[in-house]
């Protein structure tokens, strides 16, 4: 198990090192050191996870690696790669969630409010988007809407846990604050949430969904 907790210690510090290099950036290999703070998660959790789900969720973190390599890389340049790379990875937290679903009837009315807050957020996120982003109006609502149904899809997973429910919100927030600051308004320290909201989702996605397979 040590061997296991040193990939979520390897994580972890390049994360922290990615944090507070950013007004270094970009400087030389910036753009692995974040890639490889994925990387290491998805070692961990492809040691940890059961067979049945190990590889398929090792390659949702992958896919995510390779679109934080794209954006740190050249956001200007690899924007839309990025975006197909995480639009992927969605795709498959979505399968794992849906082919995990427990039973619907528990926890039903803080299922409905979750539900509905965040079919409200999307809504108000699309309204303030919409006239900002030019041609690229399709591609950014179909993430959107993968976006939304993985998040409400981890609402539904077994041993409806908290931890995995707040991985995935904290992912939405992550992208919604890109969105904003690449089509409306960029401001001040945005890249440290961004970076901040993300890696914790990661991280609780991964740790919330090991909880629930494990109780």
Do not use: R
């Not at 910036?30 to 969720?57: D, E, Q, R, T, Y």
């Amino acid at each position: 198990m040590l061997k296991v907790e040193i990939f979520v210690a390897l994580s972890l510090f390049l994360s922290l090192i990615y944090f507070f290099t950013f007004k270094w950036q970009p400087y030389k290999l910036h753009w692995l050191i974040k890639g490889c703070s994925i990387i290491f998660l998805a070692a961990f959790a492809f040691c940890s996870f059961p067979n049945s789900i190990a590889l398929v969720f090792t390659l949702a973190l992958v896919l995510c690696s390779i679109g934080d390599m794209f954006l740190a890389y050249s956001e200007e340049k690899y924007f839309i790669h990025g975006l197909i790379s995480f639009l992927l990875s969605h795709i498959v937290y979505s399968f794992i969630f849906i082919k995990y679903t427990g039973n619907i009837s528990e926890h039903i009315w803080e299922k409905i409010i979750l539900f509905s807050v965040i079919f409200v957020y999307f809504s108000l996120l699309t309204k303030v988007l919409y006239k900002k982003l030019g041609n690229l109006k399709i591609p950014v609502f179909i993430y959107m809407s993968v976006l939304m149904c993985m998040v409400m899809s981890a609402i539904l997973v077994i041993n409806f846990n908290y931890t995995l429910i707040l991985g995935a919100v904290l992912f939405a927030i992550s992208d919604s604050i890109i969105a904003i600051q690449k089509f409306v308004k960029s401001f001040k320290g945005s890249a440290y949430i961004i970076w901040g909201t993300y890696y914790l989702a990661q991280l609780f996605i991964c740790s919330g969904m090991l909880f629930a397979l494990n109780h």
